[in-house]
């Protein structure tokens, strides 16, 4: 059994909601289903697990009168054997994209407030439309991920202990012992080949066969795929899967920038926008938008049409690679602009699954570029990732240039510190 960090999140939601119910988002497969059930399972005395996929007949209870007392009323129907018992009984509705009045609802059932409510859903970002009153106000959004660097390591048996051990050096800014860096460095690059995914990391537990994870990693981007097919606009299938199968090809490039051109010769931001943004709202892709001026707020300075593009997951950027890609990485031969965006996306995942948005800086008079920008306490904080351990020309102008109190540079390498800028290895970042 995997541990996950989201059940403290839906333990922290259980203490301290007002009426409200819960809408937990994210892509498939990341394992929102089974955290919640064992979460409803082991904290109230009556669980209803309502999944609008597997049982559309449900759909029926949100239809027409949508007060509280009628919807409890008609579950009671599908559900005889469980008794509503005020303040111990948890309603969960999976898939609810699938079924919009049962999102409408929301609102009433957050009012009644006698039962916990939470939804949960993979395509909810695509649907938006189809529901006739957002019930804002009445549910707390939260956005759950795959297992990151922490859950990845607590799941091959690196325990909380040794984290902590290592956090220390981070903390004081000391130099790891060359034999626990490397031990770490290799961990991560484990974690770079299996990447979060709950299927894949519990097939590379079970198996220890890169092969079997490889496999299990298809079945997911495949998968993926048939969801494009599926629920994609007629017109947006086939530029919405040509835009993912294209990100491996835009992350090997110098210029790291998402281009059309990519997509296919000639392509244009006209034809495929509406694509990309269909890929976002499933989950799919993280979004990494250039600024004009480095200064807080961040947001206020995007640059709309200037993005990067990363995957969801890294285990799944580097399956698509091909599987000996897997091999490069493990023994750590890979080399040139593909490598760098490897290193891109590994940091990408870790940021996002920390809840931070993605920033970079390309100055468009010079070569200069930031990959990612942080803000601390409304100060910004520039981070480089270097796929080698040489100079780093566009971090030392930024810092003389703009005078952040720090500046990060992620390497595969050891801890250093030179005046203000902090050279970390690639695993630190799960501690920013």
């Known amino acids: 059994m995997l ?27 990341i394992g929102k289903t089974y955290i919640i059930d064992k979460f409803g399972r082991e904290n109230y005395g009556n669980y209803i697990y309502v999944n ?23 579950l009671s129907v599908f559900f005889r054997n469980v008794r509503f018992v005020e303040g111990d009984t948890l309603i969960f509705l999976d898939e609810i994209q699938e079924c919009p009045n049962a999102r409408t609802a929301l609102k009433f059932l957050a009012i009644d407030d006698r039962y916990d409510v939470i939804a949960s859903g993979s395509l909810l970002g695509i649907n938006y439309k189809q529901v006739t009153s957002i019930p804002v106000g ?17 799941a091959i048996g690196v325990g909380a202990d040794t984290i902590e051990y290592i956090k220390v050096y981070f903390e004081r800014k000391e130099k790891i012992p060359t ?10 690059r484990e974690y770079m080949i299996v990447g979060g995914m709950p299927e894949v990391v519990n097939t590379y537990i079970a198996t220890n066969h890169f092969g079997e994870v ?30 993912y199968l294209s990100i491996p090809r835009q992350l090997a490039k110098e210029n790291k920038k998402f281009q059309f051109s990519v997509v296919e010769n000639g392509g244009r931001a006209r034809k495929y926008e509406n694509s990309l943004e269909w890929l976002r709202d499933a989950n799919l892709i993280r979004y990494c938008n250039n600024v004009s001026t480095p200064e807080f707020p961040l947001i206020a300075y995007e640059k709309p049409d200037q993005f990067k593009i990363y995957l969801n997951d890294i285990g799944l950027l580097v399956s698509m690679y091909g599987y000996e890609m897997k091999q490069a990485i493990l023994t750590d031969a890979l080399k040139g602009p593909v490598k760098g965006g490897i290193y891109e996306n590994l940091i990408a995942d870790i940021l996002i699954k920390k809840g931070l ?6 100055n468009e008079s010079s070569s200069q570029e930031i990959e990612f920008l942080l803000t601390r306490q409304s100060e910004i904080v520039p981070v480089e990732v270097k796929s080698n351990n040489g100079a780093t020309v566009s971090l030392n102008n930024f810092l003389k240039e703009f005078s952040p109190s720090v500046g990060f540079k992620f390497i595969s390498g050891n801890l250093g510190v030179v005046d203000n800028k902090v050279t970390l290895p690639l695993y630190m970042a799960m501690f920013l």
């Open 3 to 29: 541990k996950r960090k989201f059940l403290q999140t839906l333990t922290e939601w259980k203490r301290t909601k007002e009426k409200e119910c819960l809408l937990v988002k994210g892509a498939r497969q």
């Open 357 to 362: 948005p993605l920033y970079y800086y390309k």
């Open 214 to 243: 490889h496999d299990a990693q298809k079945k997911i981007t495949d998968a993926y795929l048939d969801d494009i097919a599926k629920y994609a606009a007629t017109m947006e299938k086939p530029k919405a899967r040509n835009c």
């Open 52 to 74: 609008f996929i597997t049982e559309p007949r449900i759909k029926e209870v949100f239809e027409g009168t949508l007060t509280a007392e009628e919807i409890y009323k008609r």
């Open 138 to 154: 009445y549910e707390r959004q939260i956005e759950m991920y795959s297992l990151d660097f922490e859950e990845f390591l607590w």
């Open 179 to 188: 034999a626990i860096n490397e031990q770490m460095l290799g961990y991560m």
